[in-house]
């Protein structure tokens, strides 16, 4: 990144007028598994603690966790004063990322900054649908909550093109693998949840698909907007089981 993007002059400046910009160790917040024993007798030995619980560094683990893709190197965070999660690169795709839309990697990099600023969502998972494109799908994984700690897959929707509304249909197939799914549809400012179920009064709709099986979410709109679709799994077994699953989603406009 430095020798890229970070050493241009105007991405620079972008930067360093409109963010407080930082970095942090994956190692640090336990994402490298083969580090967690390692790095936790290093910090009990020299008497330092690291709060994971602190609102930044559950919006960086936030961030590793949003989107179809993940694993990366390092991952560019966009992260509101507020601790909420805004945009999302990984250094692995800003070729690929670039090219399909047909711009240089600095000129990408800097429209995903701006693009993060104006509350567009970049790099979080954003399925974009219009008129001439109704249609798309996702593949993805879910796992079973850990530790009694819920940790969905999220899809973000966005339906702005639609101004005056339709109807949303996700059609879903889960995997033959451990782990039956629930998929929930949110308003898209809605929270998910990490220690409890999903308020009734923030449900659009839901479903419940087994392994191996389908499931359908319907929802009429009125208004341009964004949704997210929540993915989660449940299993009768005492270790984590993950499993992966297809949602075709598709907007058909209001008349």
Request: with cysteine; glycine share 10%.
């Amino acid at each position: 990144m430095r020798a890229g993007v970070l050493s241009e002059d105007k991405i620079i400046e972008f930067l360093n007028d409109n963010f407080i910009n930082t970095w942090v160790p994956n190692s640090e917040l336990g994402r490298i598994q083969s580090l967690r024993e390692p790095i936790a007798k290093r910090r009990e030995r020299e008497a330092k603690n690291f709060d994971t619980k602190h609102p930044l560094a559950q919006a960086i683990i936030k961030g590793w966790k949003t989107g179809p893709k993940k694993g990366s190197p390092v991952d560019c965070l966009v992260i509101s004063s507020a601790f909420e999660l805004m945009g999302r690169q990984l250094v692995n795709e800003l070729s690929d990322d670039s090219e399909k839309k047909e711009l240089s990697i600095s000129e990408y990099y800097l429209t995903f900054l701006k693009e993060a600023l104006a509350g567009k969502q970049p790099g979080l998972g954003n399925l974009v649908f219009t008129p001439e494109h109704p249609s798309q799908a996702v593949l993805d994984t879910f796992q079973t909550p850990i530790g009694g700690r819920h940790d969905y897959t999220i899809v973000i929707i966005d339906v702005s093109a639609f101004e005056k509304g339709g109807t949303l249909t996700v059609d879903i197939e889960v995997g033959r693998g451990d782990g039956d799914g629930t998929f929930h549809l949110v308003n898209g400012d809605t929270e998910f949840p990490t220690t409890a179920g999903i308020p009734q009064k923030d449900l659009l709709a839901w479903a419940w698909s087994g392994s191996g099986e389908t499931g359908q979410i319907t929802h009429r709109f009125d208004r341009a907007q964004f949704f997210k679709l929540g993915a989660i799994g449940y299993s009768n077994e005492a270790e984590t089981s993950v499993n992966a699953f297809k949602a075709k989603i598709s907007v058909e406009p209001a008349d």
